[in-house]
């Protein structure tokens, strides 16, 4: 198993650590407004769900008409990177959304978050069901065999992601009853 473990860590680094990371406040070239939405998360625990509804609100439940959702809700962490090229707004994070208001997602901590006013929304899941969804999600997505859970959420464990899931619910818990902030946790 920590063979396995130790294989997954440079891809898991190359395609969800951010080289930008620790550069608190950074507003990732975005101009925010009052109005824009940024919905954080940490991985696995509700963005694409919770940035969908957000999309279909904003839009009067209109049909879907994108392929990936990065095109209408941009990734604020990923903008301008290779991870996002060919989407919408990865070389222009101002442009026009699809429907008002402005809706982004992030898996950017509380302390971690741009500098700018703009409505929030917290969404957390249980660890333990953050883990197993990734055990599912992740060996897929890289087109790699599946991994057991035993052996996915071992090498959660030692990289630090729930350690960091923890940090992000702790960092958001005290600013929770914040009049621009909504707190949502998830029970699967």
């Given at each position: 198993m920590t063979?396995?473990?130790?294989?997954?860590l440079p891809l898991f680094e190359s395609?969800?650590?951010?080289?930008?990371?620790g550069n608190n406040g950074n507003t990732f070239g975005i101009q925010f407004n009052d109005s824009d939405i940024i919905v954080?998360?940490?991985?696995?625990?509700?963005t694409t769900w919770v940035t969908h509804m957000c999309h279909q609100i904003r839009t009067r439940g209109a049909d879907v008409d994108f392929d990936d959702q990065d095109d209408v809700i941009p990734w604020i962490e990923r903008l301008g990177t290779g991870y996002l090229e060919g989407s919408y707004f990865n070389d222009k994070p101002n442009a026009d959304h699809?429907?008002?208001?402005?809706?982004?997602?992030?898996h950017?901590?509380?302390?971690?978050?741009?500098?700018g006013q703009y409505k929030q929304i917290w969404v957390f899941r249980n660890c333990v069901d953050m883990m197993i969804?990734?055990?599912?999600?992740?060996?897929?997505h890289w087109g790699m065999e599946p991994l057991t859970e035993e052996e996915m959420c071992a090498f959660l464990l030692d990289n630090g992601d729930v350690e960091e899931a923890l940090r992000s619910l702790a960092s958001?818990?005290?600013h929770r009853n914040y009049?621009?902030?909504l707190d949502c946790s998830t029970k699967t």
């Amino acid at each position: 198993m920590t063979n396995t473990i130790r294989s997954l860590l440079p891809l898991f680094e190359s395609r969800y650590r951010d080289p930008r990371n620790g550069n608190n406040g950074n507003t990732f070239g975005i101009q925010f407004n009052d109005s824009d939405i940024i919905v954080f998360t940490p991985p696995k625990s509700g963005t694409t769900w919770v940035t969908h509804m957000c999309h279909q609100i904003r839009t009067r439940g209109a049909d879907v008409d994108f392929d990936d959702q990065d095109d209408v809700i941009p990734w604020i962490e990923r903008l301008g990177t290779g991870y996002l090229e060919g989407s919408y707004f990865n070389d222009k994070p101002n442009a026009d959304h699809v429907a008002l208001p402005r809706v982004f997602k992030s898996h950017l901590t509380w302390d971690e978050r741009p500098v700018g006013q703009y409505k929030q929304i917290w969404v957390f899941r249980n660890c333990v069901d953050m883990m197993i969804s990734v055990a599912h999600f992740l060996p897929s997505h890289w087109g790699m065999e599946p991994l057991t859970e035993e052996e996915m959420c071992a090498f959660l464990l030692d990289n630090g992601d729930v350690e960091e899931a923890l940090r992000s619910l702790a960092s958001a818990w005290e600013h929770r009853n914040y009049a621009d902030t909504l707190d949502c946790s998830t029970k699967t």
